[in-house]
């Protein structure tokens, strides 16, 4: 069974770049059965989608996300990591990663880690 | 982008009647990549339909879902005290999004 677990800084400043990490296990993120994800929700609201990678490394953002976000996947440790430039209060959220096959949605779920953004 | 519009936001139900949670989507989906979650506080989201009407692998038969057009309904048929949750509608045809979510409480 695949499982997933988000790490990284609980407390990022204003402007600064939050960083998060997923370590996968159970199974091996160079599948290309598998595409990996970021998904956020803000405090008592919905689901917001960050983007996709595949472990080939490509990438597919949310266009409102597109110019502050970067993903990337380290096949030889098994994770894949969410970077997020000049944040601001507005990206306090919890922050999940997820993987899913390829043309169908999320199967795996991390099981979330907050993120505040405060000086 | 496709903008999923759920309906209603909240429903207000008992244990043993039948829900019914609507998403409409802002253009027809690529062959019904429509799928439904659930979400009870502190967890995760949990898959529960995929392609607009299959059940995902552990789910209950209670939930289904069907499509119309670009309207879809997630029909939980009687409710047990573990189906009080979030729910929410995603599409992964065309990028990717997300409903605004339906809370279904008793």
């Known amino acids: ?119 | 982008e496709i903008v999923l519009t759920q309906s209603p936001g909240t429903l207000s139900l008992s244990p043993g009647e039948r829900a019914t949670l609507a998403c409409r989507a802002s253009q027809t989906l690529s062959s019904s990549y429509l799928a439904w979650y659930q979400q009870k506080p502190g967890q995760a989201p949990r898959l529960l339909i995929y392609g607009a009407s299959n059940r995902a692998t552990g789910i209950p038969d209670r939930f289904s879902g069907s499509a119309s057009g670009t309207d879809f309904t997630l029909t939980i048929s009687r409710l047990e005290p573990e189906d009080f949750a979030v729910y929410y509608c995603q599409q992964y045809g065309s990028s990717l999004t997300f409903g605004g979510g339906t809370k279904v409480q008793i």
């Open chain 1, 1 to 119: 069974q695949v499982q997933l677990q988000e790490s990284g800084p609980g407390l990022v400043k204003p402007s600064q770049t939050l960083s998060l990490t997923c370590t996968v296990s159970g199974g091996s993120i160079s599948s290309g059965s598998y595409y990996w994800s970021w998904i956020r929700q803000h405090p008592g609201q919905g689901l917001e989608w960050i983007g996709y990678i595949y472990y080939s490394g490509n990438t597919y953002y949310n266009p409102s996300l597109k110019s502050r976000v970067t993903l990337s996947v380290d096949t030889s440790k098994n994770q894949f990591s969410l970077k997020l430039n000049s944040v601001t209060a507005a990206d306090t959220a919890v922050y999940y990663c997820a993987g899913g096959r390829v043309g169908l949605p999320f199967d795996y779920w991390g099981q979330g880690t907050l993120v505040t953004v405060s000086s």
